[in-house]
């Protein structure tokens, strides 16, 4: 299995980023870009292909894909993200998925996040947030359902998206942040917490056999390791004065083998 990771130019206009629990605070844009170049090839040091798509100056949160569709091996949904703002970030990457998988639209007035959507094999998570309401959770039902994929709604508090206070980092196992979610809502799943201050560590990325976390937070990554976790760690400190995580930063499509 072959993996690709849609990723996006991070938008000069970013500073103008939109911010929903994190004061605003000054972006070096430079410093933005090589943290996410360095992410990039973080990524293909995991053995993907990336694919970046170009920035778009007037869309400040272009780079954050993943918001803007979801990808499953039968068909990719394209959200109708919660911020006005960020509605102009589907298309584009639309185009780069359309060749790849077939599409299924998020149709108003429902909103939904890709940042709201924890998917664990044919289990997926939808988050009750401020970008993600009831009717984009049923649309998403109605998409993955008859696919046998079973669609739960858990809500969250005090934090952007599901995925900024739990992450999938290995089979049947979800790394989370309790402040932000009953851990009753994983029922049947092994969960490890975060650290004691270290909030945004719950937002990780497992690719493969390795699980991608953000620099910064040591107690985690201790804990992911004595786990037997193998981790890879990244700087993500100017993309999280955006308010931006790891996962946010990439689509990734698992893709069969040329010649399979
Ligand atoms: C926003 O508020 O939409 C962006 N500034 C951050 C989006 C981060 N995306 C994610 O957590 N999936």
Redesign the pocket.
């Known amino acids: 299995m072959a993996r690709l990771a849609i990723t996006r130019g991070v938008s000069p206009a970013i500073a103008r980023?939109?911010?929903?629990h994190r004061e605003r605070t000054p972006i070096d844009f430079e410093r933005a870009r090589r943290q996410h170049a360095a992410y990039e090839a973080a990524l293909t040091g995991l053995g993907c292909e990336v694919h970046r798509l170009p920035a778009d100056a007037d869309a400040p949160?272009c780079v954050?894909v993943?918001?803007v569709a979801v990808v499953f091996d039968e068909l990719a949904i394209l959200t109708r993200?919660g911020?006005v703002s960020?509605r102009r970030e589907t298309p584009p990457v639309a185009a780069a998925l359309a060749e790849r998988r077939r599409l299924v639209s998020i149709d108003a007035p429902a909103t939904l996040?890709?940042?709201d959507v924890l998917v664990a094999g044919r289990q997926v998570f939808v988050g009750l947030t401020s970008?993600t309401d009831e009717a984009g959770a049923a649309a998403l039902e109605r998409a993955l359902g008859p696919l046998g994929y079973e669609v739960t709604s858990v809500p969250v508090q005090g934090a952007?998206?599901l995925?900024?206070v739990a992450s999938h980092v290995a089979p049947g196992l979800l790394l989370i942040d309790p402040a932000g979610i009953d851990p009753a809502a994983f029922d049947g799943y092994e969960l490890l917490t975060v650290a004691e201050g270290e909030s945004p560590a719950a937002?990780a990325l497992w690719i493969g056999d390795t699980v991608l976390v953000a620099a910064g937070f040591d107690g985690t990554r201790k804990r992911l390791e004595q786990r037997g976790l193998k981790i890879v760690e990244v700087e993500n400190g100017e993309l999280a004065r955006?308010?931006?995580?790891l996962?946010?930063c990439s689509l990734i499509l698992e893709m069969p083998a040329r010649g399979a």
């Open positions: 980023c939109e911010l929903t949160d954050f993943e918001d993200p911020a960020r996040d890709g940042g970008r952007l998206h995925k900024s937002n955006a308010e931006g995580g996962t946010c």
